[in-house]
């Protein structure tokens, strides 16, 4: 796997300058930001409920390369929260369907698609060269496992969870803020939270 994006050396092209037009008109931010996020690597850490739409406007941001990390399939129980699936995607790879969407959405980003799930053995390698890391996992292993990654890279770790009416969102960076141990320093005992399979959850809270 490229650790560094293919599609995000060079200038922006006339097609990218029309894409990102309202963007390049707002002083904030102009080419120079444009091309910045060109040049970006962002990890993102399931392509479920909270990867979903996180991913759409990354990919319409222009952030020249998303990785997508994601070993579960599409399930039609998904579609109404996950809107980067369709129905005529159910069975199929959720991080396969997340790229197609991405890549329909916007042909000047590069997609990396990971059919892998994040484990202490892969994680350094699927965070080098990235920029950001989105935390959208549903289990608390991975959840520890990439804070404690992002701290040892030195990237931001933005994080999120979403459970029936509730949601909460965080962004954690070692050695400039806290970190996600540091509000919750250790997984709650298995079985002690409910999931969003047993508990449900509201789509519009993604």
């Known amino acids: 796997m490229s650790s560094q994006p293919s599609t995000g050396t060079g200038e922006l092209s006339a097609a990218e300058r029309a894409f ?28 479920g409920g909270l990867g979903a739409p996180a991913l759409l ?21 998904n579609l109404h929260r996950q809107v980067i699936h369709t129905h005529a995607r159910v ?9 197609e969407s991405l890549r329909s959405l916007n042909p000047f ?16 390698e699927l965070l080098s060269g990235a920029d950001l890391v989105l ?46 141990e540091d509000l919750y320093p250790h997984a709650p005992a298995a079985g002690s939270v409910p999931s969003c399979s047993t508990a449900g959850v509201v789509g519009a809270m993604a």
């Open 20 to 47: 990102y037009s309202r963007q390049l008109i707002m002083p904030e931010m102009g080419y120079e930001a444009q091309l910045a996020l060109k040049r970006a690597r962002v990890v993102v850490l399931g392509a």
């Open 57 to 77: 406007y990354l990919a319409g941001a222009g952030v020249g390369q998303i990785v997508v990390v994601d070993d579960d399939f599409v399930d039609a129980s």
């Open 91 to 99: 069975g199929n790879s959720k991080a396969e369907s997340a790229a």
């Open 109 to 124: 980003v590069e997609v990396v698609p990971v059919r892998e799930r994040l484990t202490e053995a892969n994680v350094d």
């Open 135 to 180: 935390d959208g996992s549903d289990n608390f292993e991975s959840r520890y496992v990439v804070s404690a990654a992002a701290a040892r890279a030195g990237i931001a770790h933005v994080w999120a969870a979403i459970l029936g009416f509730d949601a909460q969102l965080s962004v954690f960076w070692a050695g400039r803020g806290p970190v996600y």
